[in-house]
């Protein structure tokens, strides 16, 4: 049996080269493949563009529905959610939560990793600094004992691909090393560490900045911390939310010059709100209204993750900060792809690579999603 095979053909084609302009994208079955003039099933997307399916590293949840819930209808939900607005491959991140609880969670979610509905879990938090909690329950804070990081790891059966924790905690740099020798991403977040401390951090195998800027000490002309550490140290992507609400246009721009296109990974770290609407919700345990799509701790009025989904934030990337249209896609696909160890499979459209992709029409809003050669949002 011969897959069945499709021709995208007309549009703006973004490839790792450079955009193509009336390019064509072939998949056949699950993949794109080389192109084969002779092919004659065709679809027409002249005056669109074509680009990567987006990659998100960090999100707790989406369309009402949160990761964290222990609930697989529910995850299912939330990942059916983002892949409607984009993202075609995520991390599910969760939430500061007892161990018991979060082991609870990793092994529902590692069944869902099992099934190629995620590509791993994020844990933010327990292992996070007190005074940068955000919107994480602080009697739930614990210092990252490499045993107890170890158990998490364990629990996820090898599904976990990325821890954030603060490193200045007792146990921090050591969590850091194993973390590192077990091939997951060790991510600097919720942190109080001073610049040279953080440094360490990266020095002991850190490569991702959790958030930067937020919840972490602001850079100060003396007291640079660590948004001057992670940003300067080649070695490290930095997650920046394009949400408007998390970041100024302008320190996002500072910020992507600085640490150049190859280095950033936008994410959403949306919670249930995002793609379903404003009201009250719940980020693990902690209560969150929703007001004009802003998430805020219902006790305090921290900010509690976004609404955002990835759709929204290449349109700003591109339409409000001004990127260049192949930077937004290193951004969104191609950074985050090498990040999971993925490039070979996603993050690019590239022959033999998995037909993920989005079609945007001329203003850049979503009108097509293809995951694995099907469509979920047909254009
Ligand atoms: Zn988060």
């Known amino acids: 049996m011969t897959a069945a095979t499709s021709v995208l ?40 563009w074509i680009v990567p399916g987006f990659i998100d590293i960090h999100v707790h949840g989406g369309g009402g529905a949160s990761f964290s819930s222990g609930d697989a209808e529910a995850v299912l939900t939330g990942i059916a959610t983002h892949r409607r607005h984009g993202t075609t491959t995520l991390l599910a991140s969760t939430v500061t939560g007892d161990l018991d609880d979060l082991s609870r969670q990793a092994a529902l979610l590692s069944e869902l990793v099992e099934q190629g509905d ?62 590192a020798e077990h091939g997951v991403i060790a991510a600097v977040g919720h942190t109080d560490a001073a610049y040279e401390a953080t440094l360490q951090a990266v020095e002991a ?43 100024h246009p302008a320190v996002l721009e500072m910020a992507f010059r600085s640490a150049g296109a190859d280095r950033v990974a936008f994410i959403t770290d949306a919670m249930d709100a995002a793609g379903f609407g404003d009201g009250r919700y719940l980020l693990g345990p902690m209560e969150v209204d929703v007001v004009d799509g802003v998430a805020r701790l219902v006790e305090g009025g921290s900010i509690a993750g976004s609404t955002l989904t990835l759709d929204t934030a290449f349109k700003r990337a591109v339409t409000v900060d001004g990127l260049p249209v192949a930077d937004a896609v290193r951004a969104l696909s191609a950074n985050p792809a090498r990040l999971l160890g ?31 050669g099907s469509w979920v949002v047909e254009p």
């Open 9 to 48: 053909t007309g549009a703006r084609v973004v490839l790792p080269g450079g955009v193509v302009e009336d390019g064509r994208v072939t998949v056949e079955g699950r993949s794109i493949i080389a192109d084969d003039p002779r092919r004659s099933s065709t679809r027409d997307l002249t005056g669109h």
């Open 118 to 179: 995620l590509a791993g879990i994020h844990f933010e938090g327990p292992f996070i600094s007190p005074h940068r909690r955000g919107a994480h329950k602080p009697s739930l804070l614990r210092d990252p004992h490499p045993s107890d990081v170890r158990k998490l790891l364990d629990a996820a059966r090898g599904t976990a691909r990325m821890v954030t924790l603060a490193p200045e905690l007792p146990g921090g740099l050591d969590s850091v090393r194993m973390l």
């Open 342 to 372: 993925a490039y070979d499979r996603i993050g690019s459209l590239e022959p033999g690579k998995d037909a993920d992709l989005v079609v945007l029409d001329a203003s850049f809003d979503l009108v097509g999603v293809m995951r694995k």
């Open 205 to 247: 195998g850190a490569t991702v900045a959790t958030h930067l800027f937020n919840a972490m000490p602001s850079l100060l002309h003396r007291a640079p911390g660590p948004i001057a550490a992670l940003l300067e140290d080649e070695r490290v992507t930095v997650e920046l939310i394009n949400d408007g609400v998390h970041l």
